[in-house]
Nanobody, 118 residues
Framework: QLQLVESGGGLVQPGGSLRLSCAVS????????IGWFRQAPGKEREGVACISSSGSSTNYVDSVRGRFTISRDNAKHTVYLQMNSLKPEDTAVYFC???????????WGQGTQVTVSS
């Protein structure tokens, strides 16, 4: 079982950047893929990005490809989501989740709010 805790959310202007962190703890954490998801008000939760357990494979939803980068530091048991060129439509609660493979949605964190607004 995994425990995941997100941090790094906040208010940012359009065009700005944020880096989200997901601290992972539990048994054999380095064997799990980790994904980032988001849910905007009134919308379904969607997968944003996912990284394999080794970090060698990543995938992104089309709307963030080229702007967001997912990475992981297994020594620190932390997964990051670097978000650049943020747009108002990126506003959502962002969640990280872990699983045996992408899309990695078996264990969930509590979420962190990201608001992109001028």
């Amino acid at each position: 079982q995994l425990q995941l805790v997100e941090s790094g959310g906040g208010l940012v202007q359009p065009g700005g950047s944020l880096r989200l962190s997901c601290a992972v703890s539990g048994f054999a954490v380095d064997y799990y893929a980790i994904g980032w998801f988001r849910q905007a008000p009134g919308k379904e939760r969607e997968g944003v990005a996912c990284i394999s357990s080794s970090g060698s494979s990543t995938n992104y939803v089309d709307s963030v490809r080229g702007r967001f980068t997912i990475s992981r530091d297994n020594a620190k048991h932390t997964v990051y989501l670097q978000m650049n060129s943020l747009k108002p439509e990126d506003t959502a609660v962002y969640f990280c989740a872990g699983g045996r493979g992408c899309p990695a949605a078996d264990y969930w964190g509590q979420g962190t709010q990201v608001t992109v607004s001028s």
